[in-house]
């Protein structure tokens, strides 16, 4: 990917996102409490808005990857090193501070939820929310709450790879991900009564429907090349109608479509000085493995406000996500 964009900076941001909206419900406090809830009449929160981004810019690049894919193999070995080693090593480190915050009966040794927490997650479809006795007086007991996302991102990463075989087909290509991102939209806009509650691998059919079309969306643009349109006209138009969206209540019905578009066009728009961030490295995917579970230990020991959980979880993730990026995740990708 060029550097000459904002797609390094906007994934940073969309991730202190995250954290800033769990520490509303990690410190006690409903996230209809933002403020950008109560503006938007209900339609949005942080966490959502940074889940969309994180989608649709993960729709764009990864069909970009599987264009310059050699093989399947190649693929698939650029997907597993991007993901699971830093995983892992979170894991790692989760289950080692664990037994220090353990109260529950008998060993945490022998207690069958610690035992499974680390294989269960590192499989991704057998995400294991809770370690019975840790974190119970917390408001929530989950260890690591970031990580249900990620079996539909790696979900969404398979779907695309059977794009492979007709990836020099460019027309093809754009009539089949225009035909599922209609399907999904639908399905989402029409259907959802039916199909929310239904779960596949553990996964809910909301999610499916709601990140899964965020990321056909951002497949779809680089299927068209978007980038090529980019142009602060239309930049301005997509603000527009995103404002107009949220002030008449239809936000809902236009996101999946109009705020990926603007994503994409706001991060090859180069902004002088933001363009250069990823310079200090890719702290986005650090950030958002690490900071739940910090969170969940400053209330463990501190019982802290929402602003100081705030604040100290985020300073705290964005070191951890430097030394993930620095010391895991870029020595893994050399791998690729």
Do not use: C
Request: aromatic share 20%; net charge positive.
């Amino acid at each position: 990917m060029r550097k000459d964009n904002n797609f390094d900076f906007l994934r940073f941001l969309f991730a202190v996102f995250v954290v800033l909206s769990h520490a509303y419900p990690l410190s006690g406090i409903d996230e209809k409490e933002q403020w950008i809830y109560k503006m938007t009449n209900g339609q949005i929160v942080l966490a959502q808005i940074g889940l969309s981004v994180f989608f649709v810019i993960s729709g764009f690049f990864i069909f970009q990857s599987m264009e310059r894919s050699k093989s399947l193999l190649q693929y698939y070995k650029k997907r597993m090193l991007r993901l699971f080693p830093a995983l892992l090593v979170l894991l790692l480190i989760t289950v080692v501070v664990v037994p220090f915050v353990y109260t529950g009966v008998g060993s945490v040794f022998s207690n069958s939820t610690y035992l499974s927490y680390l294989p269960n997650n590192i499989s991704l479809f057998g995400f294991q929310g809770v370690i019975d006795g840790v974190f119970d007086t917390n408001h929530y007991k989950a260890i690591n709450g970031s990580l249900w996302t990620i079996r539909y991102e790696f979900t969404l990463y398979i779907v695309i790879s059977f794009l492979f075989f007709i990836r020099t087909k460019q027309k093809l290509l754009v009539v089949l991900l225009a035909l599922v991102f209609i399907l999904f939209s639908v399905l989402y806009l029409f259907f959802m009564g039916r199909f929310s509650g239904s779960s596949i691998l553990g996964m809910q059919g909301y999610h499916i429907l709601n990140l899964g079309n965020f990321f056909i969306a951002g497949s779809l643009l680089a299927s068209l090349k978007f980038e090529k349109y980019k142009s602060k006209s239309l930049l301005f138009v997509l603000i527009l109608i995103l404002i107009l969206s949220l002030y008449f209540d239809f936000y809902d019905g236009i996101k999946h479509l109009i705020f990926s578009m603007f994503i994409i066009i706001l991060g090859y728009t180069p902004i002088k000085g933001i363009k250069d961030f990823g310079k200090i490295g890719d702290l986005s995917y650090g950030i958002y493995i690490y900071s739940f579970f910090i969170q969940q230990l400053l209330m463990w020991f501190f019982k802290l406000n929402t602003i100081n959980l705030a604040v100290y979880s985020l300073l705290i993730s964005v070191v951890l996500a430097y030394l993930s990026w620095h010391l895991v995740e870029k020595s893994a990708l050399r791998y690729k």
